[in-house]
């Protein structure tokens, strides 16, 4: 997608030199415009714990160039206890985004049947070149199908502006390009079609009023940033015509684990007969979960909530203590909705309830 009007992915592995993988990092958006260049496992690591990357897809993709990092660091002779090291520690580092475990097993997987380690460090780049690659596509897919949402929409408003809600970012600083929840968003962009997104500021990280807002803005497409409390208030005006959230990980029955705040959006939507949809590839969904209280919850340290940073007049960007000190946080990044509040699923094969049936359906060798 554009930064000013240059074309960007989020991460690329560096042309001139194979051992080193580009990144933007997030942490300096929307003030700053840096990239972070990853030479080993323990950079790829540190770079999704502490969110230089995040959204699920991002997430996998970093992981898929992580375990490329760790094989090209490994000794002779000791690539195997490398992979397993490499991948144990990426596993660990964010606890929700089902995308990571699926990049490392599918590198795995990859391999498992050859015993060259030359051959194998080429067969995982090329992998982690394919994650990268089809995140994208699949995102692009995706955003066909959510057009013929916005499309009917539009079409029962006379033309009127779709104005379309969203929470977090899900867009394509959260993949690889393109975004899940903003896919179909710059497809009616292109497609002629006028749009105004809400956008939810999403405490603490404010991944929505930092990233969100500015991706939107690069690409031209007309948005307001709002209150995470705010959505409730528009929906009962007449203000929002549709929903598209993007998720972490969504078992195979349905339920969606989102950025904290999505339930209380999806309830509310269910109150004011709002479609709510959820967009993502299939490298999201957890074909083993039947339902998601069984989904782990990362809970980050208070001091996201306690403290805020921002851009000074004088230009710099500085942390400030937002609450009395020694106020006690409670951090929870996500959260779940149930499946029955959610109105149907955008994939990159098309749209679909979300049931367990449904998705099986559309997914039938799982
Ligand atoms: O904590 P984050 O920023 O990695 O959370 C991920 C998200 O941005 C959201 O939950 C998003 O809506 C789904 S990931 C595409």
Redesign the pocket.
């Known amino acids: 997608m554009n930064i000013n009007k240059t074309r960007y992915r989020t991460i690329w592995p560096a042309r001139e030199e194979k051992n080193c993988i580009r990144i933007i990092d997030q942490r300096h958006l929307p003030h700053n415009f840096v990239i972070e260049e990853l030479r080993t496992v323990d950079d790829a690591v540190a770079a999704i714990r502490d ?1 230089h990357v ?4 991002l ?1 996998g993709a970093t992981a898929g160039f992580g375990m490329h990092l760790a094989a090209a660091g490994a000794e002779p002779g000791r690539l195997d206890a490398a992979l397993k090291d490499g991948a144990e520690k990426l596993d660990r580092s964010r606890p929700t ?1 089902r995308n990571l475990k699926w990049a490392v097993d599918r590198v795995l997987t990859a391999v498992q049947d050859t015993a060259d380690e030359e051959k194998q460090k080429r067969i995982i780049f090329e992998t982690a070149c394919e994650i990268a690659d089809e995140d994208a596509a699949f995102c692009k897919a995706l955003g066909r199908h959510g057009l013929d949402i916005i499309r009917e929409l539009s079409e029962k408003k006379g033309g009127k502006t779709v104005n379309i809600l969203t ?4 867009g394509w600083l ?2 690889v390009d393109y975004g ?2 903003t896919a179909p968003i710059y497809a009616a962009r292109d497609a002629g079609i006028d749009i105004h997104v809400w956008v939810d500021e999403t405490r603490p ?1 404010n ?1 929505g009023a930092k990233l969100t807002a500015w991706e939107l803005q690069q690409e031209e497409i007309p948005c307001t940033l709002i209150t995470d409390n705010a959505g409730g208030h528009l929906m009962q005006q007449g203000m929002v015509d549709m929903v598209i ?4 990980r969504t078992t195979h029955t349905g339920d969606v684990a ?2 904290i705040g999505t339930y209380l959006k999806a309830l509310a939507a269910r109150d004011n007969e709002i479609p709510f949809y959820v967009a993502l590839p299939s490298s999201t969904f957890d074909w083993e979960m039947d339902s998601g209280q069984e989904i782990p919850i990362e809970e980050r340290a208070g001091d996201e909530v306690t403290a805020i940073s921002g851009m000074t007049e004088g230009g710099t960007v500085e942390t400030v203590q937002l609450t009395a000190p020694g106020t006690k946080a409670l951090n929870y ?2 959260d779940i909705t149930p499946a029955r509040l959610v109105t149907g699923l955008i994939t990159e094969r098309g749209i679909t309830a979300a049931s367990r049936e449904a998705i099986h359906r559309l997914f039938p060798e799982k």
């Open positions: 969110m995040r959204g699920a897809g997430i985004a929470h977090c970012n899900a959260a993949f899940s929840a990280w991944q959230v993007g998720t972490d989102n950025k990044s996500f």
